[in-house]
């Protein structure tokens, strides 16, 4: 069932220019890092490379944050390691290449994840639907997910039930493909459904997971409409 959801789609009317203007800078998708700096390549530095370099952590983070519509643009992450941790009810939109995202203790949030050249990992994380494209998804301790998935290798769950896997179809945006690429993923190797769970049912109980082929499309409107929204409520 594996396979590629990315170009099945192909760059349909809906979905061309999602990411054009906005007047805030919080909100603009087409928008370049305020600080420069922060386009340094390479995995997730340590505590004094940060200080080097001039980044910030608290720009590579969404902590403790309820309610909100939170978004890196393209250009603000940089290959960097990405923390979203506690958050509550909030719309969530990582739209550049990172090397690893966390995802922790969230409830109620919708994430979009760009293309991450390593794990995406998702822990304790409750009601969540989450679109996103990843060298592997890991879970833990996860209950009541709909994941929108590409994933280069094999997807492992722990500890974790009532998760809906379907194959990714989020929006098809300018620089998507030179994201994948900066990523070293190859968009044609989708094992969204081949999963392995480290902790299997009992005999003839049922799955901790389930597959959805035929994609979500709840999730897929909901991302599409929100950057058609932001486009026109935020553009010149």
């Known amino acids: 069932m594996g396979g590629n959801c990315l170009k099945s789609r192909g760059k349909k009317k809906d979905d061309e220019n999602l990411y054009e203007g906005s007047k805030d800078q919080s909100l603009n998708l087409s928008s370049k890092p305020e600080n420069p700096k922060?386009?340094?390549k390479g995995?997730?530095?340590?505590?004094w490379e940060i200080r080097k370099a001039g980044l910030k952590r608290e720009d590579?983070?969404?902590?403790?944050r309820e309610n909100e519509t939170l978004i890196k643009p393209p250009g603000s992450i940089n290959g960097q390691?990405?923390?979203i941790d506690s958050c509550k009810n909030c719309n969530i939109f990582l739209a550049d290449f990172c090397d690893s995202v966390e995802v922790d203790d969230c409830v109620g949030c919708s994430i979009?994840?760009?293309?991450?050249?390593?794990s995406v990992f998702v822990r304790n994380v409750k009601e969540c639907n989450i679109v996103m494209i990843a060298q592997q998804l890991r879970t833990r301790d996860c209950k009541n997910l709909l994941v929108l998935l590409y994933s280069q290798t094999f997807p492992v769950i722990e500890l974790t039930d009532?998760?809906?896997?379907?194959?990714?179809?989020?929006p098809n945006y300018e620089g998507l493909e030179e994201q994948m690429a900066r990523a070293k993923l190859n968009i044609w190797n989708n094992k969204w459904s081949e999963i392995y769970d480290f902790n299997p049912p009992a005999p003839n109980a049922p799955r901790h997971?389930?597959?959805?082929?035929?994609?979500?499309?709840?999730?897929y409107v909901f991302v599409r409409d929100f950057f058609r929204k932001n486009r026109e409520q935020h553009c010149e």
Not at 112 to 118: L, N, Y
Not at 162 to 170: D, M, N, P, R, V
Not at 209 to 219: F, G, I, K, N, R
């Open 38 to 40: 922060a386009a340094v």
């Open 43 to 47: 995995n997730q530095p340590k505590s």
């Open 60 to 64: 590579f983070e969404f902590v403790l």
């Open 81 to 83: 390691r990405f923390v």
């Open 112 to 118: 979009f994840v760009g293309p991450c050249s390593s």
């Open 162 to 170: 009532e998760i809906k896997f379907a194959c990714y179809q989020g």
């Open 209 to 219: 997971y389930s597959l959805h082929p035929s994609d979500a499309p709840e999730v």
